[in-house]
């Protein structure tokens, strides 16, 4: 654990966790809990903070960036696009589909390296 965390309980089953200091969150949650809450994520799951291991973090990215588009922004997606894909020929609509899933991809990639940078750059600066 280093100095920018503190340890927090998690809301689900009570075990200690670290949490960044400058990050204030109503819900923590270990990763084991968070694994089971994905599985029927409640309204409020992006306000919850999860205490993933350092570790995990890498090999968690590719999944929870996937996930994020399929409940964020394919239902947005769909029903804004619904009409048009249903118009085109099948070929055409899953190419349109697929290229703006890509490209949501890329701008979620580097909406996450922004961050990743804010966060460290402020941990850096309470140093
Ligand atoms: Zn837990």
């Given amino acids: 654990m280093d100095q920018n965390e503190i340890l927090v309980n998690c809301s689900f089953c009570n075990v200690e966790i670290p949490c960044p200091k400058n990050i204030r969150y109503q819900k923590h949650s270990c990763i084991d809990c968070f694994k089971k809450l994905k599985k029927n994520p409640p309204e409020n799951i992006n306000k919850i903070h999860v205490a993933i291991p350092k570790e995990k973090i890498e090999q968690m990215v590719p999944e929870i960036t996937i996930q994020m588009i399929m409940q964020e922004v394919f239902p947005k997606f769909w029903k804004e696009e619904k009409k048009k894909l249903k118009e085109m020929p099948r070929k055409e609509a899953v190419e349109y589909a ?27 600066n309470s140093k």
Avoid: V
């Fill in 98 to 124: 697929f290229a703006t899933g890509a490209g949501s991809l890329i701008s979620l990639m580097e909406e996450l390296n922004k961050e990743e940078r804010k966060f460290f750059r402020k941990s850096q």
